[in-house]
């Protein structure tokens, strides 16, 4: 079973930003907290990921809290071809790449 | 440079036919995993290859198998096929054992 939870679904208005939240309260000091988006049909992409500290690029910044039970993943001026699946993925196993998806969040971004 | 590439794109069988799908990693990567989709759900991990063995397996039969070649490649073959494994698979590789997975657009199987 996947270790975070996120809404289902959320909207946006285009231009505007994009806050999708996470929840992880189960992580383990040692596990990062990456983020994908699958726009539909298509390979799931690699956004972000982090462990303790904000991280910001060119496509979002990643907040994660002080006691690293939860996230926020911020597309700061959403488009509409934002508009996707995003996977919030804590990430487990011995060799640190059994990625477990949940069903994710899926982000309308309206014009 | 290229990415992560699969094939066939989109393949129909029937029950009881065994498939094969092959995944060409990122170019430099030597880590190749794969999972299946089902429609509306997120991805499912089936197993993951370095240097040419199979080190991490996910709740699938052993109707699921693969091989990775020294070229890094990959194969994904199913058995015996049935209804359920109609999915979109999904290869992805990385850089290193722990390094962010990069997908292939897939391999979209139809049982019928």
């Known amino acids: 079973d996947a270790k975070t939870t996120q809404p289902p679904s959320m909207d946006c208005a285009e231009g505007r930003a994009a806050n999708l939240p996470c929840n992880h309260s189960t992580i383990s000091g040692n596990e990062y907290v990456y983020w994908y988006r699958q726009i539909h049909s298509q390979g799931p992409q690699y956004i972000i990921h982090g462990l303790k500290n904000n991280e910001t690029n060119e496509m979002a910044s990643l907040i994660i809290t002080e006691d690293r039970k939860s996230s926020t993943l911020i597309l700061p001026h959403a488009t509409l071809r934002d508009t996707a699946v995003y996977y919030c993925?804590?990430?487990?196993?011995?060799?640190?790449?059994?990625?477990?998806f949940g069903p994710g969040t899926r982000l309308s971004v309206l014009p | 440079d290229a990415g992560v590439t699969q094939s066939p794109t989109h393949l129909i069988k029937t029950r009881g036919q065994q498939v094969t799908l092959r995944c060409s990693p990122k170019?430099?990567?030597?880590?190749v995993s794969w999972y299946q989709q089902a429609l509306g759900q997120g991805p499912q991990f089936i197993f993951q290859y370095y240097e040419e063995e199979e080190r991490q397996r996910g709740n699938f039969p052993d109707r699921f198998s693969g091989h990775q070649f020294p070229n890094y490649s990959s194969e994904l073959n199913v058995n015996a096929l049935l209804l359920g494994d109609s999915a979109l698979y999904l290869c992805a590789s990385s850089l290193v054992v722990a390094g962010e997975l990069f997908f292939g657009e897939g391999s979209r199987l139809t049982v019928l």
């Open positions: 170019s430099g990567h030597d880590t």
């Open positions: 993925i804590v990430r487990v196993g011995d060799y640190g790449q059994n990625f477990v």
